[in-house]
Each structure stands twice: as structure tokens, then as C-alpha cells.
């Protein structure tokens, strides 16, 4: 059956607008589409293909669990969850592990977990969630409330409730909001969807010592940031502040679709037999692959390599906007990279985003201003290379039209 991008308008619902070629496959950080076309992929699938595409190793831990054991549900535990919880919980603050299909189901798990505790240990008054402008906790009806972008959540009817937003890195509205009534604040350690902006050191310490004087939980979703996206294993770990309760999926299955909750023993205890749960959840064919992403991104030649290639991509980057002058800033941390279009470039990330799959360029906006980066962790460094040459076309593409 011949399929193409016309396709989609005929059979799908039509909340994407997808680009107009389709891939069909890809090696590392190079995809080819359905005429064989070459792209470099500086998406990596919105920050989740983490080792690129196919990488032998995750292909290996794909095909053994294939032929062994692909699904049981939570009637019954098994072998990769196992060792998958038990890994992340030696990496990591946490204790306890919580196995979800995505970020929006982790958060999902975090928050109604945060309620749990709180009215379990302090009565139902405690449950106000506080979360950021902008922020991005996903797409389920709690965790699009707990976000904190309107488009997103508006124009669904009534909204869970109890749920307030203040501006990131505004420790002063933030110390204003909190109080004995909040059970939870949610934020992101470094916000991606909302435009790349990384905390301040003084606002995140500030966020962690308030919530410890009134008794709040402190959530990191850690979706886009974590597994090694930032050089360090989790964002958390460069930022000397812990949470309470961490949520990570995207780049946690390296392409294979699982979120997990991480928390305290004395937190996870809130979550009784049967109060919360999910089909899929910690699935052996998930849990398998996501056991060798993190085998594999949990070592420090990986990590550290994160940051050298940031150094390249920063240091040709510069190079771009020398010569063309249409950034501000390049900011983020890692493989998880914003390019600021300056004033005379406003509104027109979407433009370049364009002009650069024009050129044979995958990458990604983070709302209307911002450029985003977030390739696979071991893209060669001859594929950036190639890359952000053809970037530079898709630049002067965007720029020589005005
Ligand atoms: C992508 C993202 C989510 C939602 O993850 P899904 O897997 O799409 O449900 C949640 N939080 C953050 C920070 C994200 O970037």
C-alpha cells in the first residue's frame, strides 16, 4: 500500500502538522525518507533518541527480549524492571521506582502521588500544586493544568484544581505563593518546551529551602533534561539540589516509549496496593531496552563527551551568527541547545526550522523564538559538523529573503 504525507490529511486527526517528508529509516544521527533523501537529525524525536537511531546495542536488547517476554501487566513483576529500578535507584537520590509509558503518565503519577502524601499526612486542606510560567509537564488533563502555558490548557472545560503558577526564576512571586497549603511544586531544572532557560542557581536553592519550611514536595520532571542530556546523569545532580519525587522518559527508552517516577522510600509508601497503577507500565520489552540505554549514557566518557560536543556546537554556532547576526544567545546546557533569534528575528523560529528541513537539517522550535537542538549524545562529531553547515544555508536562506 502506497502511503505519502497526503496521507495524514485523509486518515489522520489533525492535531499535528507534520513536515512534508516521511522518513523511513535511520543510522545514528542520519535519516532517510521515503525518495531516499539524506537528513541529519539534530531532533533526536524531541530529545528522546538519545544513542541516534538503531543504535546495535539497543537493536540487540530490542531483539533478545523480543523472543523472550514481551508483556505480562502488573499481575506480575519481572526480570528488566527489576533491573532497571534497581539501577536507577543506585544512580540516583531515590529509593523507589514507579514504571509509567511516558513523561505525562509519570508526572501524572508524581502529582497524584504529592496529593496522596499530603492528605495522608496532613489533611485534606494541603493540596495546593505550585508550578512555572511556561513550564511543560505534558498532555494529560492534571499534568496540562500543572503546565504553564494557557494554549495548552485552556478550552477543555473545567480544570483540576488548586493548581498556581508563578514565573520561573522568580524566587521572590514564588516565596509569595508558597505556603503551609502547598502539598507540591513541579518544575522543570532546566525548561525545554517553554524556550531552553535554565534556573538560577540562588532560585533553585531558594525553591528546595521553601518547600522544606512548609512541608512541600519538591517534583523535578526531568523528562527532556534527564539521561545524560545535560552532562550530567539527571540535571538535579549539577545543580546540588535534590527533589523528593524525579519523573524521567523521553530519552530514558532511547526511542521505545516508558516513563518512570523515582521517589523516597517514606513517599512511595503513600502509594498503597490499588491506588494507582497502568497496563503497560514497566513492561519487560520497555524496561529491557531502557536497562541498556542507561548501561550505556550512565558512564563518564558518554557524560563528558555531552560537553565537548556542546563546545563544538556552541563554537560553530558562534561562527554562524558572526557572519548573519540572528541570535541573541545560545543558550541551554548539553545536548539540549536554544538558539535566541534577536529582535529583528522575533516570531520567526518556525522559519528557520523550515528553511533548515529545506536543507536536509531535522531540528526543533521551543515556542516562537527559540531554535531548539537536542540530538542523539553520540552524534559523531562529523554529523554537527555537516550539519550546522547546512544550518548556515538554512540561515542565509531565511535571512537573504527579507
Ligand atoms: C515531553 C515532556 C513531557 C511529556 O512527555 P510525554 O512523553 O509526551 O507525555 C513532560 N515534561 C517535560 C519536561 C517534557 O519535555
Known amino acids: ?3 505519502t504525507r497526503a496521507t495524514f490529511d485523509d486518515v489522520m486527526v489533525p492535531n499535528y502538522n507534520p513536515a512534508g517528508m516521511v522518513p523511513v529509516r535511520g543510522e545514528g544521527s542520519r535519516v532517510w525518507d521515503q525518495n531516499d533523501a539524506e537528513y541529519i537529525d539534530f531532533a533526536g524525536g524531541i530529545a528522546v533518541n538519545v544513542l541516534g537511531h538503531c543504535h546495535p546495542e539497543l537493536v540487540s536488547a530490542l531483539k533478545e527480549q523480543g523472543e523472550k517476554l514481551w508483556h505480562l501487566s502488573n499481575v506480575f513483576t519481572n526480570e528488566p524492571a527489576l533491573r532497571l529500578a534497581t539501577k536507577l535507584t543506585d544512580a540516583t537520590f531515590a529509593e523507589k521506582v514507579y514504571f509509567a509509558n511516558s513523561g505525562a503518565e509519570a508526572n501524572e503519577a508524581a502529582l497524584k502521588l504529592a496529593r496522596r502524601w499530603a492528605i495522608d499526612k496532613h489533611g485534606e486542606d494541603k493540596n495546593q500544586i505550585i508550578a512555572f510560567n511556561k513550564g511543560f509537564h505534558g498532555r494529560t488533563f492534571f499534568t496540562v493544568t500543572v503546565g504553564g502555558q494557557a494554549a495548552y490548557s485552556d478550552g477543555f472545560g473545567p480544570k483540576p484544581g ?3 503558577h508563578c514565573d520561573y526564576n522568580d524566587l521572590a512571586a514564588f516565596e509569595a505563593l508558597i505556603s503551609d497549603k502547598t502539598c507540591a ?5 532546566l525548561q525545554g518546551e517553554g524556550g531552553i532557560i535554565l534556573p538560577d542557581a540562588e532560585f533553585v536553592k531558594g525553591v528546595r529551602e521553601l ?3 512548609h512541608n512541600a514536595l519538591l517534583i523535578f520532571d526531568e523528562v527532556q533534561s534527564g539521561v545524560g542530556r545535560t552532562g550530567h546523569l539527571y540535571a538535579y545532580m549539577g545543580l546540588g539540589v535534590t527533589p523528593d519525587i524525579l519523573t524521567t522518559a523521553k530519552s530514558l527508552g532511547g526511542g521505545f516509549p516508558i516513563g518512570a517516577m523515582l521517589t523516597t522510600t517514606d513517599i512511595a509508601s503513600h502509594l498503597k496496593p490499588g491506588t494507582h497503577g497502568s497496563t503497560y507500565g514497566g513492561n519487560p520489552l520497555a524496561c529491557a531496552v531502557a536497562e541498556r540505554v542507561l548501561d550505556i549514557i550512565n558512564q563518564p566518557e558518554v557524560l563528558q563527551g555531552v560537553l565537548k560536543k556542546e563546545a563544538l556546537f556552541r563554537e560553530l554556532l558562534g561562527a554562524i551568527n558572526d557572519k548573519y547576526q540572528v541570535f541573541d544567545e545560545v543558550r541551554g546546557q548539553g545536548m539540549l541547545l536554544g538558539c535566541v533569534l534577536n529582535e529583528k528575528y522575533q516570531g520567526r523560529a518556525k522559519d528557520f526550522m523550515t528553511a533548515a528541513t529545506n536543507e536536509h537539517l531535522m531540528c526543533l522550535v521551543a515556542g516562537m523564538n527559540v531554535i531548539r537542538f537536542a540530538p542523539s549524545l553520540v552524534i559523531p562529531d562529523e554529523d554537527i559538523k555537516v550539519g550546522l553547515a547546512r544550518f548556515e544555508r538554512a ?8
Open 162 to 164: 488548586a493548581i498556581e
Open 211 to 213: 518547600c522544606d519550611k
Open 185 to 189: 511544586v513541579m518544575m522543570e531544572p
Open 395 to 402: 540561515v542565509a536562506a531565511v535571512v537573504n529573503a527579507d
Open 1 to 3: 500500500m502506497k502511503v
